[in-house]
């Protein structure tokens, strides 16, 4: 199945039949080649018609909607998260509404063992503060779709910073794929391109913490 015909059949409306064909992939693919290769293009290729105007706002809604629900359906939760090797707080910047990369991070994360709490986007600072403060992440993970939310960047850092302990800040979403961020990168952050890249990073942190010949 490609990813044009995953986005044809979102846009048709049958979820059951999109899950059953995701299912079917899942079956010869990991759940990251499944977010990576077939789900996130199929949502671009779902705002290139929207841009184009060949399909209506009801109908992008409509997509991202059975898309949701197929991310959830397939996700895998498990008890071990109690037990996690490390602790994962995502969010989108405020302003920010586009939320489907970030259920996808924390796929990656659970599946790696870690606990995630996912706030989803829109995010105010003050609150994604408090939260920090009580949870005490040790990954704080920022998703922007919207390269103007990235002015954001620097004010989240900043906050971030007067955390203790200090959790690692990594900044992914399409945005950053548009733009240098290489002043954030600067003050620390670790910018990240895809789930390609998160998976090495969360790999070699894991081998930095533990070796790699360690159970976890
Ligand atoms: C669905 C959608 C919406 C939905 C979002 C609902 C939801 N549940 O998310 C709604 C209707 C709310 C929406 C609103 C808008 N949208 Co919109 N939207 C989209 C669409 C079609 C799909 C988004 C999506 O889910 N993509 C799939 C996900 C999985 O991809 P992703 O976010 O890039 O995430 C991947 C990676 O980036 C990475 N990643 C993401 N976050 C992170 C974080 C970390 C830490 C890491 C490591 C990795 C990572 O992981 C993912 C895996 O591959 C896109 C098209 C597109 N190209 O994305 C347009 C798009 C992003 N939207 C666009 C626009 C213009 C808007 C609006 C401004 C429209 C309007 N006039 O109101 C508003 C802005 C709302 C806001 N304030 O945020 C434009 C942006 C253009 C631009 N100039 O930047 C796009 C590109 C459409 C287009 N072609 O014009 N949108």
Not at 82 to 92: F, L, P, T, V, Y
Request: include cysteine.
């Amino acid at each position: 199945m490609t990813s044009d015909e995953l986005a044809d059949i979102f846009l048709s409306g049958d979820d059951y039949y999109a899950l059953r064909k995701v299912q079917h992939y899942l079956q010869t693919h990991t759940r990251k080649e499944l977010h990576q290769e077939l789900l996130t293009p199929a949502m671009y290729r779902i705002g290139q018609l929207w841009q184009e105007n060949v399909i209506s706002v009801a109908d992008e809604h409509l997509a991202t909607a059975i898309c949701d629900f197929v991310i959830s359906a397939t996700d895998h939760r498990s008890q071990a998260e109690k037990e996690a090797i490390g602790k994962a707080m995502i969010m989108g910047f405020e302003g920010e509404d586009h939320y489907l990369g970030l259920k996808m991070v924390a796929c990656v994360f659970r599946e790696h063992g870690w606990a995630v709490h996912d706030m989803g986007p829109n995010l105010p600072l003050v609150y994604a503060l408090d939260a920090a403060k009580q949870l005490k992440p040790d990954v704080i993970g920022l998703s922007a779709a919207l390269v103007s939310r990235l002015p954001l960047v620097k004010t989240y850092m900043d906050a971030f910073g007067t955390l203790d302990p200090k959790p690692t800040v990594l900044i992914g979403g399409r945005a950053v794929t548009l733009a240098d961020l290489s002043h954030a990168e600067a003050e620390g952050a670790v910018v990240l391109e895809n789930l390609e890249t998160l998976q090495h990073w969360i790999q070699s942190r894991k081998e930095l913490n533990y070796g790699t010949s360690a159970p976890h």
